[in-house]
């Protein structure tokens, strides 16, 4: 098949209802966001249904598949040349790329799907396992260089849009097979065993696919790094590889450290990659794979910030602003003087201001974990004379001084310090 039509005909309507498919989870994403257990239930069964036809597509497609996936090969073998001459730099970017990608999809999958918040080392071991696989088989070059960037595109376009509703269908699996509350999706009951085979083989089955999957991309990357290697004396070569990995570890901490959303990382993580793939329709493919990894990953629901830390997720509601941390709730911030309580027939949240009944001066108060603030703003309406705001992530009291309905942190009486509380 020649390139130019490789995004024609049949391969054209498979590739439409591949989007459409991943389009209709987006669409799930935004109507799961806000509902009632009961409406998430609903909405998770739709996706259930969604989320298995994919796999099953590609299970019926899969000689399509492979045919596009070599397509998108050949065409860079066509325009390949060897290696760039320059074996230390090379080695220096793919173990660059190496370590800063798995470390960023470690990140970026475990906060989209809170499975992976729990089961951190089925990406890990994934990625160990394909880099090893692929060492193994070597002979990397712009072929696999512009595969991985396809791969990699795919997974930040399953992930982003796949996420709110991967979480529910996940959470339903979860805690029908669970007698505790797993994922926020369960009261603590006593499953039947059926319930119980079912749920699990349907996490199971989808933590395999997610493991293989990632097994997949990074074997690509695999055999560029052994490729890489050859050559170069065997002191110079681990110097070099070391060099770059750390390189991307510190690269991926500073931009965690800077609170930089993920379209960031996936363009500073993937653009080491255009090193290997020349010149002509093969560069410009491979630019193109990484603007669109970086664009599928960007869209979020309301005020989201990729903390130091954690993603977190700030929305408002009728008498506060809540917090979500990897779409999972977090807490709330309330409005409880005394003007907004006297709407309701009762306080809402009595525990803020029991705290500190029967104590006749406050002259100074420390808040340890004092997040959005309502434990600053319990504080201040009792009339303490200064308070001591500590929390680690700058983020969480970030949200709390624009969001929080008191406004708790723009009391002069009040000093927040951003660090660890056993440093504080």
């Known amino acids: 098949m020649a390139t130019e039509s490789i995004f024609t005909g049949k391969n054209l309507r498979f590739l439409l209802l591949s989007l459409a498919l991943i389009a209709a989870l987006a669409v799930l ?41 070599r397509d998108l090969g050949s065409m860079a073998q066509r325009d390949a040349a060897p290696l760039p001459r320059h074996p230390v730099l090379n080695l220096v970017l793919v173990s660059f790329v190496v370590l800063f990608v798995e470390t960023m999809l470690i990140r970026y999958i475990g906060s989209q799907t809170r499975i992976f918040a729990f089961y951190k080392n089925i990406p890990l071991i994934g ?124 690269a991926f901490v500073l931009l965690s450290r800077l609170m930089t959303p993920p379209w960031i990382w996936f363009l500073v993580g993937l653009a080491p990659m255009l090193w290997w793939l020349g010149r002509g329709r093969t560069l410009k493919a491979g630019a193109a794979l990484i603007v669109v990894a970086a664009a599928v990953v960007a869209p979020h629901l309301h005020d989201t910030v990729w903390s130091t830390y954690q993603k977190l997720v700030g929305k408002p509601i009728a008498n506060g602003y809540e917090i979500y941390i990897s779409d999972a709730f977090y807490q709330r911030a309330y409005d409880l003087r005394p003007e907004a309580v006297a709407k309701f027939a009762t306080n809402p949240m009595p525990t803020y201001d029991a705290e500190f009944k029967g104590i006749e001066k406050l002259d100074r108060v420390l808040v340890v974990g004092a997040g959005s603030g309502n434990d600053v703003a319990a504080a201040l309406r009792a009339g303490a004379g200064h308070v001591d705001a500590v929390d680690i992530d700058a983020a969480i009291v970030e949200m709390g001084r624009l969001h929080h309905p008191e406004h708790p942190y723009d009391d002069p009486r009040v000093t927040p310090i951003i660090d660890d509380a056993r440093d504080a």
Request: charged share 10%; proline share 2%.
């Open 29 to 69: 994403n935004l109507l799961t966001d806000g509902e009632s257990p009961e409406g998430s239930r609903t909405l998770g069964l739709i996706g259930l249904v969604v989320f298995w036809a994919l796999p099953l597509l590609a299970f019926t497609q899969r000689q399509r598949i492979t045919k596009l996936w």
């Open 127 to 250: 990625a160990f396992l394909g880099l090893g696989v692929g060492c193994y088989l070597g002979k990397g070059g712009r072929r696999e260089a512009l595969l991985f960037l396809a791969a990699v595109a795919v997974i930040g376009l399953f992930f982003s849009t796949a996420a709110q509703s991967l979480g529910v269908i996940l959470g339903l699996s979860a805690s029908s097979a669970s007698s505790e509350q797993v994922f926020g999706y369960s009261l603590a009951r006593v499953p039947d065993f059926m319930a119980k085979l079912i749920g699990n083989v349907h996490v199971g089955l989808f933590c395999v696919a997610v493991f293989l999957s990632l097994a997949g991309c990074f074997s690509l990357l695999g055999r560029i790094l052994a490729t890489s290697f050859d050559g170069l004396p065997r002191l110079k070569a681990y110097t070099a590889n070391i060099a770059g990995s750390l390189a991307g570890l510190v």
